[in-house]
C-alpha cells in the first residue's frame, strides 16, 4: 500500500488507530480481529493518483461489493456495515456511510488472482508482443478482445509500490505453496464464471477480474473489494467485437483520456477535465445499477449516505 497518501480530508476525526493508506482505501483497526476498511473516491491510474476525485465513488464500490459478497456463496472478510458504538464524530459518521465496512483481519495471500475470460489489456499486450506469463497457454491467431474457450487464471505479484508483475505458473505456486494456489484458483476461476453469468443477464461482459484472498484460523477466505468496476473490466455486451478498442464501465475511460493528451505515465498526472470526472462516475453508476437492478439513489437512501 502506498503510505505516502494523506490518510482523511483534515475535516474529519477517526480516533482509531490508522493500519495502511491504499490507493483507494484507507484501513483502520477496530480490535485485535477487525478492521475498517473505508472506500475513498480516489481513483487511481497507471499507478499515480489522479484528481480531482470522482464524487461517490467509494460509494459505488462498496456497494458493489456487497452485492456481490450476498450473491456469492463463499466464505470473506465481511461482517458488516453498522458504525454504531465505533469512536468516530457525526461529520466522519455521514461521510463513511455507504462507503466503510467491517470485516475480519486476515493474513492476506501475497498474490493477485486475475481471471480473464477475454483477451485484452496487458494481456493482449503480452500476447501480441509474442507471449508472456499471463498467455502462455493460449492457442494462436486470436484478436484484440476474443473470447478465451475457456477463462484462464493468470496471477501477479502483490506490489507494494509500482506495478504489479504476471507469474509464471510454477513461480506463482512456489510463491504461496502448491496447495494454496490450487485453491485460490479454483476459487477464483468459479467466482468469475458465476459472476460472469449474472453479468450477461443484465447485457454486461465480465471480460476479466481479480481477487484477493487471506486466511483466518486456516480458513481461505475473499478479502478487499469484489467484482467492481475498479477490480474488473466490463462492457456493454452490445458493442463486442473482436480486433476493437471496447467502451466500457471501468476506469478504462480515464486511461484513454490520460493516453490521448500524451500522459508519460509517470506522476504528476495532469488534473482530469470535469467531463472525464462526470463520464467516469456515469459509467460507475451505470455498473452499480445494471448489475444490482437498483437505483444508485436507492443504494444512497438505505445507506444513510
Not at 495502511?20 to 484507507?26: C, F, N, Q, Y
Request: net charge negative; proline share 6%.
Amino acid at each position: 500500500m502506498d503510505g505516502g497518501l494523506a490518510p482523511l480530508p483534515s475535516r474529519l476525526v477517526v480516533r482509531l488507530p490508522h493500519v495502511a493508506s491504499g490507493k483507494v482505501r484507507e484501513i483502520y483497526a477496530i480490535d485485535s480481529s477487525h478492521l475498517l476498511m473505508v472506500a475513498t473516491d480516489r481513483i487511481s491510474a497507471y499507478d499515480c493518483i489522479l484528481s480531482p476525485a470522482i464524487p461517490d465513488k467509494g460509494r459505488v464500490l462498496t456497494g458493489l461489493t456487497l452485492y456481490w459478497l450476498d450473491r456469492l456463496n463463499v466464505s470473506n472478510h465481511l461482517v458488516g456495515t453498522d458504525l454504531t458504538g465505533l469512536d468516530l464524530d457525526s461529520e466522519t459518521r455521514d461521510d463513511f456511510a455507504g462507503r466503510a465496512m467491517i470485516v475480519r483481519r486476515a493474513e492476506v495471500i501475497p498474490m493477485e488472482c486475475v481471471v480473464r475470460g477475454y483477451l485484452y489489456g496487458s494481456a493482449w499486450a503480452e500476447y501480441s508482443a509474442g507471449g508472456g506469463p499471463t498467455t502462455e497457454h493460449l492457442p494462436s491467431g486470436l484478436l484484440l478482445g476474443s473470447r478465451l474457450e475457456e477463462p484462464v487464471f493468470t496471477p501477479a505479484s502483490k506490489a507494494e509500490s509500482g506495478h504489479d508483475e504476471n507469474l509464471h505458473e510454477l513461480t506463482a505456486r512456489r510463491l504461496v505453496g502448491s496447495e494454496v494456489y490450487e485453491a485460490v484458483r479454483t476459487r477464483s476461476i468459479d467466482i468469475y464464471r458465476s459472476a460472469e453469468q449474472r453479468a450477461a443477464e443484465c447485457g454486461i461482459i465480465l471480460a476479466d477480474t481479480k481477487f484477493e484472498f487471506g486466511t483466518v484460523d486456516g480458513e481461505i477466505i475473499l478479502i478487499d473489494e469484489v467484482l467492481t468496476p475498479d477490480s474488473s473490466r466490463y462492457w456493454p455486451a452490445d458493442a463486442w467485437q473482436p480486433g476493437r478498442a471496447m467502451p466500457s464501465f471501468d476506469k478504462q475511460f480515464v486511461r484513454e483520456w490520460l493516453d490521448s493528451v500524451g500522459f508519460d505515465r509517470n506522476p504528476p498526472a495532469p488534473a482530469l477535465p470535469d467531463e472525464v470526472v462526470w463520464g467516469t462516475k456515469a459509467r460507475y453508476v451505470e455498473a452499480y445499477e445494471r448489475i444490482t437492478g437498483q437505483s444508485f439513489d436507492q443504494y444512497l437512501e438505505d445507506s444513510g449516505a
